[in-house]
């Protein structure tokens, strides 16, 4: 027969190792092994306070799964982002042109991602960058702007191929000015859409 020394112990093998083997004793149920009577087992503290705990948790997890959830994934993919940012500018232009990217992303309901591989893909990063048709900036857009607006402008614009597209690969083409066209360029932006996705 397991001997009990102390009440710590009683504890532990009451709900953790023992299986009651119970007996009649003032016409009560009462565990032989545990030394532990029905009503003291049900209603003592530790008891109780699991149960609470797991219907507590079990609440919480049932009515706010989305919120949590959300969150975690914003900061995965702003992490991923800047990691796959960095490798073109310093990680504090990575954490600041990222920032810029989320929130006209938000504002225009387009992924963040697509729209940094757009970005990179356009000018690699460089606020600075001209091509010989006169785009400008890191978005590559017809206005000098600063980086936070051009990222902004570029966003609307891809929203608005993106309105009257087929497919997002298209209104990328239109963006670059293809057309509305799937191409080597799309093709490209799409494939380190992926590659961040993965991270």
Known sequence: MLVISSESSIKEVSYMRCHHQWIKYRHQPFCVLCKSSWRRFFFQRTF???IASILLASLLTLT?????????AENLVHTKMIVAAAKYVSVSQAIEYTDYMIQAAQRYGISPILLLSLNIT???LNHQAKSHLGYRGISQIPE???VGKAIMRGAQILRDKMSVADSTEEAIGAYKGFGFITNAHTRKVMRLKREIETL
């Open 122 to 124: 356009e000018s690699e």
């Open 48 to 50: 109780v306070t699991s």
């Open 144 to 146: 000098n702007l600063p």
């Open 64 to 72: 706010f799964p989305t919120s949590f959830d959300a969150q975690e």
